[in-house]
């Protein structure tokens, strides 16, 4: 794209596909765009409940259409975006057409309500999902004996947040993606748990408190609170990835992000201190990354482990990963 093509953009920029990639491909793009002065006549047509990642970038307008998201391939992605693919990042390193926003900064600047931040505790957010990828059922999830084993391990250091999209049915504020949500036990394992907190209570405490705040906004609120993660691999990850400072274990058992994501691919400058990353092929690595969130805490702005943790970053390096 040259700076000509820029200026010559439909008037209405339509994104249409999944999640992770509309973070990783889009949002920057249209902050590029607004940094130069190339919004103010265009509208972004986005799905509902995205309003919060666009909101601040003066467009003429932001339309948001209902769902449900769907895998839209490459090449079938609108021509205006300068990067298309977000596995191959089109074999460009990096492109000057990117910008990404700085959420922790944007998001930090809004109350949160409920505030669950303890100077002493702090919040760690683990992020699941459990749903048929690929036509063959759940592959990315933390399994129960996993939660299980992470929370005896972490929940007297940290203030816990579980977030699974689907473990309440309905009223949900975001648009549903092709990816099916299949039945889980979590939920009988939170209630074993009184000091894990369900996302899902904590938004609806917000509202009930008064909020006025819509689900993204709350939750990239909260991950504005936060610089521990545990997730599960693809669009929840990217997200995590935007928040500078963060250290982030990821369960990857299966997905192309090792060709462009997790090494030197985006998520090592989507955010101006990129996360710390501990990709883990199954449960058993995850294990190993635990250690490493027993001691680690917050020095200006990023989180630093302990310098005898060092070996567990190495062994789950993401110049390491071979899983694809």
């Known amino acids: 794209m040259t700076l000509d093509e820029a200026l010559n953009l439909p008037e209405d920029l339509e994104y249409t596909g999944e999640f992770g990639p509309e973070l990783v491909l889009a949002l920057p793009f249209f902050n590029w765009l607004s940094l130069h002065g190339l919004l103010s006549t265009r509208r972004i047509v986005t799905y509902n409940g ?25 090449n079938d992605r609108p021509a205006w975006l300068p990067v298309k693919d977000e596995h191959t990042f089109d074999a460009f390193k990096r492109t000057p057409f990117h910008i990404w926003p700085d ?3 944007k998001f930090g600047r809004l109350p949160m309500m409920p505030d669950i931040a303890r100077p002493d505790r702090p919040i760690l957010v683990i992020h699941n999902k459990h749903c048929d990828e690929w036509c063959s059922g759940p592959v990315n999830f933390l399994p129960i004996p996993l939660l299980r ?19 309440v049915k309905g009223g949900n504020g975001y648009v549903d993606d092709h990816n099916m949500s299949l039945d889980f036990e979590d939920g009988a394992l939170l209630q074993e748990y009184d000091d894990v907190i369900d996302f899902a209570d904590l938004y609806r405490q917000h509202l009930d408190l008064g909020g006025n705040q819509d689900l993204n906004t709350f939750k990239s609120v909260l991950y504005s609170r936060c610089h521990h993660f545990i997730s599960s691999q693809g669009g ?19 997905g192309r992000e090792s060709e462009w994501a997790y090494a030197k691919g985006y998520y ?11 990709v ?32 567990i970053a190495s062994v789950l390096d993401p110049n390491r990963s071979t899983s694809v």
């Open 280 to 311: 883990c092929s199954d449960p058993a690595a995850m294990m190993q990354a635990l250690p490493a969130f027993v001691d680690a805490p917050i020095v200006s702005g990023r989180v630093m482990p302990r310098a005898d943790m060092a070996f």
């Open 103 to 105: 959420l922790r900064e």
């Open 268 to 278: 090592s400058f989507m955010a101006d201190i990129p996360p710390i990353t501990l």
């Open 236 to 254: 929840g990850a990217h997200q995590i990835a935007l928040f500078s400072g963060s250290m982030l274990a990821i369960l990857h058992r299966r």
């Open 50 to 74: 995205m309003r919060c990642f666009y909101e601040d970038l003066g467009c003429r307008e932001i339309i948001e259409k209902a769902g449900p998201r769907g895998y839209l391939p490459p």
């Open 149 to 167: 084993a992470i929370f005896e391990t972490l929940s007297s250091r940290y203030t816990i947040v579980y977030i699974r999209h689907g473990l």
